[in-house]
């Protein structure tokens, strides 16, 4: 799955949750479920993070050679 389809179950989760005709025991297991994609929801965009990071350190670095720094 990737970062949007599993924000796509989360919201799912979310709605299972919400529904008052849920059984404690369900609740419970969506949370789980919800918890889970949080996690990887959280890697995905840490990651992204790191690159973006990485990215814009080496394009400065590039820029400053350019123009002589």
Do not use: P, W
Request: overall charge negative; proline content about 0%.
């Amino acid at each position: 799955m990737n970062f949007t389809q599993k924000m796509q179950e989360l919201d799912k989760v979310l709605q299972k949750i919400d529904d008052n005709n849920i059984t404690l025991e369900d609740a419970m297991q969506e949370f789980e479920s919800g918890i889970k994609l949080i996690k990887e929801c959280k890697t995905y965009l840490d990651n992204a993070s790191q690159k973006v990071k990485i990215l814009t350190d080496e394009s400065e670095i590039d820029f400053k050679e350019r123009i002589g720094e």
